[in-house]
């Protein structure tokens, strides 16, 4: 590999598609390892990214110029720069993740106008972001979304469109905040003091009275967290997530929260 090759095979080809530079030695035990598995993975997905290997021993000048200071050094190029790396010999559902995290995706852009769209209120938003789910069914960003803006009026729709986001997999603690809020907004009253104070909070949060809902929550963590396999306490943590941090009703109630814990 020279200088030439290198700018041929992975600068210029980068304008077109992702290049994976896998920076590798003969010497590199984990080199060995990884090589397989990132070879496999480039053949199951080379409409996506291609491949190109670099042994540093023979490309010494290569391996400067991209300050490769430990092997192996896998380095994501895009239309010439180095958008993603990772070091060590990962496994191959690690390897994957990262992919998805960093491979560029002209889709990831839409989604982001239609996210805006839909944060401004601005008309036929949700339904676009609705039809977009419908022609991308693999991007959990997407059908988290949508889910997280139908919650409160289609409980069950929402529900369903995280159902797919499982345990271990991107955004999981975000589909169980959404897989919470709908069993609460399904919870009827029943007699016991801490489920009807959760069956008003369902009252509350249908009729959009998040403050109150919110106060009848803390009210039910306070008479027992536990309930209902710790749905009080889950509800609580969930809507404060949903919410966000910067949320009034979370400075305002968290602490309550927090406290009605202990």
């Known amino acids: 590999m020279t200088k030439d090759t290198f700018h041929q095979q992975v600068i210029e080809k980068s304008e077109k598609l992702p290049v994976l530079v896998d920076f590798w030695a003969p010497w590199c035990g984990p080199c060995r390892v990884l090589g397989p598995v990132i070879e496999g993975l480039a053949e199951e997905h080379q409409d996506r990214w291609a491949l190109v290997k670099v042994n540093t021993e023979e490309a010494p000048d290569i391996a400067e110029r991209y300050a490769i200071r430990s092997i192996p050094n896998v380095k994501l190029f895009h239309r010439g720069e180095v958008i993603g790396e990772f070091t060590g010999a990962l496994g191959k559902v690690a390897i994957e993740r990262w992919l998805d995290e960093h491979l560029p995706d002209p889709r990831k852009d839409e989604l982001a106008q239609l996210l805006h769209a839909l944060e401004a209120e601005e008309t036929g938003a949700v339904a676009a972001l609705a039809a977009f789910v419908d022609q991308n069914e693999d991007m959990a960003e997407a059908r988290l979304a949508l889910a997280q803006h139908l919650i409160w ?62 106060q009848c929550i803390i009210d039910a963590v306070a008479t027992d967290k536990t309930y209902h396999k710790d749905l009080p306490r889950r509800s609580a943590i969930a809507l404060f997530r949903l919410l966000g941090d910067g949320h009034p009703l979370t400075k305002s109630y968290r602490w309550r929260f927090d406290m009605a814990l202990y």
């Open 153 to 214: 009026s289609q409980p069950a729709n929402a529900r369903e469109l995280v159902a797919p986001i499982r345990l271990g997999q991107p955004l999981y603690d975000q589909a169980e905040d959404i897989r919470t809020i709908a069993e609460l907004l399904a919870f009827e009253a029943n007699g016991e003091a801490v489920g009807d104070q959760l069956a008003e909070a369902n009252k509350a949060l249908q009729q959009q009275d998040l403050e109150k809902g919110i």
